[in-house]
């Protein structure tokens, strides 16, 4: 049994800081797109909102630049990753952004948050429960939780590549010369579109975070519904899923939504049969989230979460995947 601990997570991101180094690389749009379906850049004007391990930057640049009303603020536990994510902040002159180094797992923040992002951040840490807690005493009572996980089953090969690695390598990451060495020499790459049609991905730090990370969970829906309410969350509402070279909004209740529409999984997308199509049609909510993880084995997914009906400030389609905790 090979404990990993909080500083063996720092040093991989000074090392190799997430998305991308100093190394010329813009703002990455791709969650922005997201959220723009739901907010206006004006339902945000006067908001608060915090990027919970932001690493570099790159996807907190671009929302800020999306919403130039609003204010953000970014904590990493990484000194690198906010160095990079500085110089971006400075070069593109956004002064809606504010960075700073914090532990989730210490962190006593004194403002709250309208909206609080953390983006593949809770499950590398030592006790994500408590990452969660401490997320949820950040939020304002009305304020929506943004989460990105990975899903177990469209994972299930690049974690056992990485176990692999960490085997070979004996857990050591006190020694990251010796796992890179390691991981350059058994191949392992993570192709561009693994998580979507464009991603800041094949790089060396994306391949570091892919495959040396010392801590890595991946949780079905459910697993996460429970540590939600477990955390004080009344609901959850999975918004898209990530596929192999695409990502896919769901749409649990057939909403009509033009926005959307084009971008969401279609019920034929996964069950071209129409016994099976109606079958699932009869299922619960929860059914038939748990029907759309099996057939379509996501690698990741993209989530809303609250308490009360603080889901109201989303959209309908959204609405539509409210699942309540309690
Ligand atoms: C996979 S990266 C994601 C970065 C960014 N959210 C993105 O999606 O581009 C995970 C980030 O979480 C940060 N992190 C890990 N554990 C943390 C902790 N205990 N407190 C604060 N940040 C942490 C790491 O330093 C790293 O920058």
């Known amino acids: 049994m090979h404990t ?22 813009g703002p990455d749009f791709v969650f922005t797109y997201a959220m723009r379906m739901h907010f206006l850049p004006s339902d945000l004007a006067g908001r608060n909102v915090l ?20 204010r953000f603020v970014g904590i990493d536990l990484s000194e690198q990753s906010l160095a990079v994510a500085r110089s971006l902040v400075s070069e593109i002159r956004l002064a809606n952004v ?20 953390s983006i593949g951040v809770l499950h590398h840490l030592e006790d994500p429960l408590k990452g969660l807690r401490n997320l949820g005493r950040a939020l304002k009572e009305s304020g929506l939780l943004s989460l990105w996980f990975y899903h177990p089953f469209g994972e299930a090969d690049r974690l ?31 192709p561009p579109t693994y998580y979507g049609p464009r991603e800041i991905a094949g790089s060396l730090e994306s391949n570091a975070d892919a495959y040396m990370h010392p801590i890595v969970n991946a949780y079905r829906f459910d697993e996460i519904f429970a540590m939600l309410r477990e955390a004080g969350n009344d609901w959850a509402a999975v918004d898209f899923v990530n596929l192999e070279g695409d990502v896919k909004f769901l749409n649990l209740d057939g ?5 959307t529409s084009a971008f969401c999984l279609r019920d034929s997308d996964l069950f071209p049969s129409e016994l099976v199509r109606e079958r699932f049609g009869r299922l619960s909510k929860m059914d038939r989230l748990r029907a759309v993880e099996l057939a379509s084995k996501p ?17 309908e389609r959204i609405r539509g995947n409210v699942v309540q905790l309690r």
Not at 98 to 117: A, H, K
Not at 163 to 185: C, P, S, V, Y
Not at 255 to 259: E, R, Y
Request: aromatic share 8%; proline share 3%.
């Open 299 to 315: 690698r990741g997914y993209q989530l809303f979460a609250g308490k009360a009906d603080s889901h109201v400030q989303l959209g």
């Open 51 to 70: 990027d919970a391990g932001c690493g570099t930057g790159h996807k907190l640049a671009a929302l800020a630049l999306s919403y130039p009303a609003a």
């Open 255 to 259: 909403v009509t939504d033009p926005l």
């Open 4 to 25: 990993a601990r909080t500083e063996d997570v720092r040093r991989l991101y000074e090392l190799y800081p997430f998305p991308r180094g100093f190394e010329r690389c």
């Open 160 to 190: 056992i590549k990485r176990e692999l690695l960490l085997t070979l390598w004996q857990h050591n990451w006190e020694d990251m010369a010796q796992g890179q060495a390691l991981m350059e020499a058994l191949d392992l790459n993570l």
């Open 98 to 117: 504010e960075l700073r180094r914090e532990n989730l797992l210490e962190m006593d923040l004194e403002d709250t948050f309208d909206l609080v992002q």
